[in-house]
T-cell receptor, first 119, second 115 residues
Framework: GAVVSQHPSRVICKSGTSVKIECRSLDFQATTMFWYRQFPKKSLMLMATSNEGSKATYEQGVEKDKFLINHASLTLSTLTVTSAHPEDSSFYIC???????????????FGPGTRLLVL | AQSVTQLDSHVSVSEGTPVLLRCNYS??????LFWYVQHPNKGLQLLLK??????LVKGINGFEAEFKKSETSFHLTKPSAHMSDAAEYFCVVSDKTSGTYKYIFGTGTRLKVLA
């Protein structure tokens, strides 16, 4: 149980284009999902917290107009990198918390990640 | 404020010998602590978690961790390393002051297992 998927697993795009990454909780409902960015050989950096049916909460220093997050259902959140540039190349990972486990359930389940390369 | 410190960025052990990955935490209240493992180009897998129940926590793949309040530590151990244990390990504390229980990650420890 508690499986989170991401699609695509890898994407290469040209500079200036937009890329959408999907994060799905496959066997549970998630009112809260998180988006992280990981640089090579580094720890994860939280970008934003995504709540179903409301606007995402972005961490300090993360451009909300560049990294658009939509959480339209209890099982799907999307991250769109708009007008991507080479410096946006990174490993993007999402996670989700199980809604039915209760408000105090803190465990996050992580997706396998999406490797983005912007040329 | 909550934080975790992973004392070693790299650890090397021989196959079949014990593993010790160190983590110290700082928290103004009783923390929830987690260990995750990340294999190359993969997402994170939960190894175990401590949420104020038993102080000795057993996880998957033979790993366990002991919560020691007096030492503010939550070290990860395994009696006998296997080649497949080679990966990056992250110690995490949950930030209970945020309504969404955000994770605060340690900097990670890369475990190398020698044949």
């Amino acid at each position: 149980g508690a499986v989170v998927s991401q699609h695509p697993s890898r994407v290469i795009c040209k500079s200036g284009t937009s890329v959408k990454i999907e994060c799905r909780s496959l066997d549970f409902q998630a009112t809260t999902m998180f988006w992280y960015r990981q640089f090579p050989k580094k720890s994860l950096m939280l970008m934003a917290t995504s709540n179903e049916g409301s606007k995402a909460t972005y961490e300090q220093g993360v451009e909300k107009d560049k990294f658009l997050i939509n959480h339209a259902s209890l099982t799907l959140s999307t991250l769109t990198v708009t007008s991507a540039h080479p410096e946006d190349s990174s490993f993007y990972i999402c996670s989700a918390r199980d809604y039915l486990a209760g408000a105090t359930q803190e465990t996050q389940y992580f997706g396998p990640g999406t490797r983005l390369l912007v040329l | 404020a909550q934080s975790v410190t992973q004392l070693d960025s790299h650890v090397s052990v021989s196959e079949g010998t014990p593993v010790l990955l160190r983590c110290n935490y700082s928290s103004s209240y009783s923390p929830s602590l987690f260990w995750y493992v990340q294999h190359p180009n993969k997402g994170l897998q939960l190894l175990l978690k401590y949420t104020s129940a038993a102080t000795l926590v057993k996880g998957i793949n033979g790993f366990e961790a002991e919560f020691k309040k007096s030492e503010t530590s939550f070290h990860l151990t395994k009696p006998s390393a296997h080649m497949s244990d080679a990966a990056e390990y992250f110690c995490v504390v949950s930030d209970k002051t945020s309504g969404t229980y955000k994770y605060i990650f340690g900097t990670g420890t890369r475990l190398k297992v020698l044949a």
